[in-house]
């Protein structure tokens, strides 16, 4: 078994978890790969545990069967970007408050691995969103990618920009907003809700298009198939507004033409019978409890 591991930052209080992992690694004789950085953070953890390392440049391979993401949903969303397509099943280990993502409690560790060996876990494919801003536009690079969404929004200034926006070369409307989301379903529980977006399961093929607090109230979130090829341009006061992938942000010139699909690929998260997506759910939005007393 060949296993990464990743994380962003490392609080003291979190040292017993990652000896965990790498102790019931060290037990199933796995091959266990730490990134670079992450290596440096918790180097004092990891005497007694051989290892390689990686970087989002190099290391990683399709020949690794669990990466795991130590932290929060936006360590999730950053570990994408080292996985990119090399289809690695991904799981997170959550080491703040409940997320949508990063699911697995680090107090259970350990089950990451026994469970993952006793095959108590189904693989699913999360769809992604990509962004083509044209030839003389490379702020991204191969990293053009989202597994939540593709944002436009206004960039200093207080007043609305303007997002024309089109769906399969037919003009849709034109968004008088702070901007507007492009979420996948996996998306639709991170900024797209706090925006009034519906909640999608995971395995629709459906992409969501939400308005950033819109100024022609008529304007709602709208469902469509991901399939469905998005253009957009931006107008405003300033000369440039932001795009975001996920947590990653380039400034851009208005006017220029935004170019929004589905990617060809898709990222693969290890789902455990004990942590399922409704589970998560009813747990994040207490569905299901009587707040009343």
């Known amino acids: 078994m060949k296993v990464a591991i990743y994380g962003q930052t490392f609080q003291e209080q979190d040292k017993a978890f990652v000896l965990e992992l790498l102790e019931e690694l060290q037990g199933i004789k796995a091959s266990v790969f730490i990134e670079e950085d992450f290596c440096r953070k918790i180097d004092g953890c990891l005497s007694q545990y051989p290892h390689g390392k990686f970087s989002q440049a190099s290391g990683l391979d399709s020949s690794f069967d669990m990466f795991v993401s130590f932290g929060g949903d936006g360590t999730m969303l950053r570990a994408v970007t080292y996985i990119k397509d090399l289809g690695i099943p991904i799981v997170g280990v959550n080491t703040g408050r409940l997320g949508f993502l990063s699911t697995f409690k680090k107090e259970d560790v350990r089950k990451v691995v026994t469970e993952f060996v006793a095959g108590q876990y189904s ?110 341009k931006v107008s405003g006061r300033e000369e440039n507004h932001l795009v975001s992938l996920d947590s990653r942000i380039a400034s851009i010139a208005n006017g220029k033409e935004i170019r929004i699909k589905k990617s060809d690929f898709t990222v693969k998260m290890i789902e455990y019978k004990s942590e399922s997506f409704l589970k998560t759910l009813r747990n994040k939005l207490l569905w299901g409890q009587d707040k009343r007393n």
């Open 123 to 232: 693989i699913v494919e999360r769809s992604l969103v990509e962004v083509a801003l044209g030839p003389d536009l490379e702020e991204f690079g191969d990293l053009n990618f989202a597994l939540n969404e593709i944002t436009v929004s206004r960039k200093d200034t207080t007043s609305m920009i303007t997002v024309e926006t089109y769906l399969n070369e037919e003009y849709l409307t034109s968004y008088w907003a702070d901007g507007l989301i492009v979420s996948t379903p996996t998306g639709s529980t991170g900024y797209s809700l706090s925006c009034g977006g519906p909640v999608i399961a995971p395995s629709a093929k459906s992409l969501v298009l939400t308005p950033i607090a819109p100024h022609n109230l008529n304007a709602r979130p709208l469902v469509i198939s991901d399939d469905t090829q998005i253009r957009l």
